[in-house]
């Protein structure tokens, strides 16, 4: 949940400001602030900040909150309209106008005018692109876990990995953040045993990429799963990853570890290796 | 998928670089362009740039873009490290330094330096954030559409709404990107002719959030998976759609629309009226 609630102690308030959702705001703010460890931040999200009315509102807020904090707080804001903009830069907050700073430098190099409308960028929906998402994280969810092969064809991306080694989120996340139609499938003891690939896979293995991950970690991930089964003790685990890394290995599949890595470093990584392959295959 | 393999014509070349994944150079660059409707920009991705030696490959590579296309490519950075930031930008290019430009005024205002080390904000693992967000996405992939009522106690929100509402794609953002507890229940003929919600749900009244969606646009995406079934017939995407919205009316639960909205704005719009009402539960 946001911290909006939170009673502990803080040194500043953080305003994310937006006439949209506000992620930009967000994701730009906290990427920014993480560079500030010691501090402590209380944060609040203020989408939707579409009118004067609504601005002026805004301005009145962070005021009080400067007062109660006592130190002005911090805004982030990507308002486009320059109306509504101007209302709220009066705030007595250190003010970071992430548009207005960008835009004119790229309008003067691009010769040309910016909207100075809403900006909608991925989100904008009945677009081809929206439709792509949607169908895309539908596609994952049906393709979750080996549970169907029929879309396999229409697969972007095929994850394969042992049980809990990251493959679910990283396929939704695909889908969601990047419209990749990302299926998933486990490798388990009886493919190990047989020596070969789930048979349905061979046909699509240009599109298999795999994830692995340090038995210690997948220990761990398994035991809060099923508490001391076979499935989740160390030894099985170890067994289980030596064997997926050899099967990898042995069948040329690109793999990464996901032991150290957050779902979005995990994607980048993928997407990477994709565009490499991609580029190589074009010269 | 990525643009960069495009073969269609585009007025300017854009690099987004990261010493991570560059998700939030991404986020924040394709907002600011989406400014620029009439323009097309050929989009690639640099991510990870965590050495001197990629920064001067980077270097290169970007130079050799811009005398391809006889114009100076534009560069959104977020690089934080000093070094390799000071290799990028002698590129001839717009060079737009996302973090230079307000860590310095961030750091003047805070009387606190910047670590300068890659802002991992919330894609840090091993954090219990982190863990948050992984058991929030599993938690709403088992709690995905009436699955499941076992957790419920423990949802942070349950979505209700007749079926191909948006109900699915919300639930995973919420949990993805906000590392809420999102379950989803759909809305279903047999609920309507006995006039009450599905009975699990009233315990969990204050959890819930309805979504809603125009009749025309129900059908046609209903249209998309069983064509021409009475399920999608307009006729009787009237009916359903008619049945909740006065079901949610009269069990007072608070609901939006989805047909305009992005599954972002969906997102937003559900966390402010939280936010709203746990404001005016503190008071």
């Known amino acids: 949940m946001p911290d909006q609630l939170s009673t502990e102690p803080y040194d500043r308030t953080v305003f994310y400001v937006s006439d949209g959702t506000g992620i930009t705001a967000e994701t730009f703010g906290q990427s920014l602030l993480a560079q500030f460890e010691t501090m402590k931040f209380r944060q609040i999200r203020m989408p939707f900040i579409d009118s004067v009315i609504k601005g002026r509102e805004l301005l ?5 909150q400067g007062r109660k904090d006592e130190r002005p707080p911090i805004v982030f804001s990507t308002l486009v309209n320059t109306e509504i903009n101007n209302v709220v830069r009066q705030a007595n907050a250190v003010f970071l106008d992430l548009f207005a700073t960008f835009v004119e ?5 691009l010769g040309a005018q910016s909207t100075h409308s809403m900006g909608r960028s991925h989100t904008a929906t009945n677009s081809p692109q929206y439709d792509r998402r949607i169908a895309a994280i539908n596609f ?17 991306i095929i994850l394969v990995g042992v049980s809990r ?35 349905v896979l061979y046909r699509f293995k240009h599109k298999l990429f795999g994830l692995t991950i340090a ?18 003790s160390l030894e099985n685990c170890r067994a289980e990853v030596m064997q997926a890394e050899d099967m990898m290995r042995r ?12 779902i979005e ?14 580029q190589q295959a074009q010269r």
């Open 60 to 64: 009145a807020r962070i005021d009080m």
């Open 215 to 232: 038995p210690d970690r997948l220990s761990e991930v398994r035991n809060e799963r099923r508490p001391g089964s076979k499935y989740a």
């Open 265 to 278: 470093e995990i994607a980048a990584t993928i997407l990477q290796q994709i565009d490499i392959a991609n």
């Open 140 to 156: 994952s969810l049906a393709h979750d876990d080996g549970q169907a092969d029929r879309g396999l064809p229409e697969a972007d």
């Open 105 to 109: 430098p790229l309008e003067k190099e």
């Open 165 to 199: 080694s990251g493959k679910t989120p990283t396929s939704l996340y695909l889908a969601m953040q990047h419209g990749l139609k990302a299926a998933n499938c486990p490798l388990i003891p009886e493919d190990f045993e047989r020596g070969r690939l789930p048979e």
């Open 251 to 262: 069948e040329g599949i690109r793999w990464l570890s996901s032991t150290h890595k957050s």
